[in-house]
């Protein structure tokens, strides 16, 4: 239950600041990330609301990615279902968290939520992740853009670098299943075959 904490706590101490955290001040932070996605926003836009396929399970309470689900609508949810399954493997729910809450979402366009996540859910913060979609030809810019406020007990030094790394790593995840497929490699010719040619 308590992974998503304790991998949070390993990131702190393995990653130095990093360019994208934006902006610092005593009481906040705001960290950005921009990625260009191979796939148009209607595409990139349904993959996103399904964040089990992409938000790495690591960081989760359960530590299991098909937990997740979201609501893409105000009010909406995105939760976390804390399940185990017994020896029949029959699953059953022992209880949930809440990630984040939808404040905003137009579809194929934007979505924003407001929740502290991970470490700074036991802080006294808000945290607002604002997502942007923006056809670009065939493709889409999709931006990750998290603001965290108030007051907590945590080195702002070491959890915005943190943070920034976690907020990335879910974009560059989402990106990578746009990822065209990797040409096939192409044998070259052995001597055999050119000298059958040259006969």
């Not at 089990?52 to 893409?72: E, I, K, M, Q, T």
Request: with cysteine; hydrophobic share 40%.
């Amino acid at each position: 239950m308590f992974r998503f904490i304790i991998t949070m706590a390993a990131i702190l101490g393995a990653y130095p600041a990093q360019a994208e955290v934006s902006n610092t001040a005593d009481n906040g932070f705001t960290v950005k990330h921009i990625e260009l996605v191979n796939g148009s926003s209607e595409e990139v836009w349904k993959t996103l609301i399904a964040p089990a396929r992409w938000w790495n399970g690591d960081h989760s309470f359960s530590g299991n990615a098909d937990n997740f689900y979201l609501v893409p609508q105000a009010g909406g949810c995105f939760c976390e279902l804390l399940r185990t399954t017994d020896e029949e493997n029959i699953k059953s729910a022992q209880g949930s968290v809440q990630h984040m809450r939808v404040i905003f979402a137009e579809n194929n366009k934007a979505l924003r939520l407001s929740g502290a996540l991970g470490p700074l859910q036991g802080e006294a913060v808000i945290g607002t992740l604002t997502i942007g979609l923006q056809p670009d030809g065939d493709k889409t810019a999709v931006s990750f853009v998290y603001k965290v406020g108030g007051y907590m007990e945590l080195p702002i030094e070491q959890i915005a670098p943190a943070v920034d790394n976690v907020i990335g790593e879910q974009l560059t995840r989402l990106s990578a299943l746009f990822a065209p497929p990797p040409e096939p490699e192409t044998e070259p010719e052995s001597d055999d075959d050119q000298s059958d040619d040259a006969e």
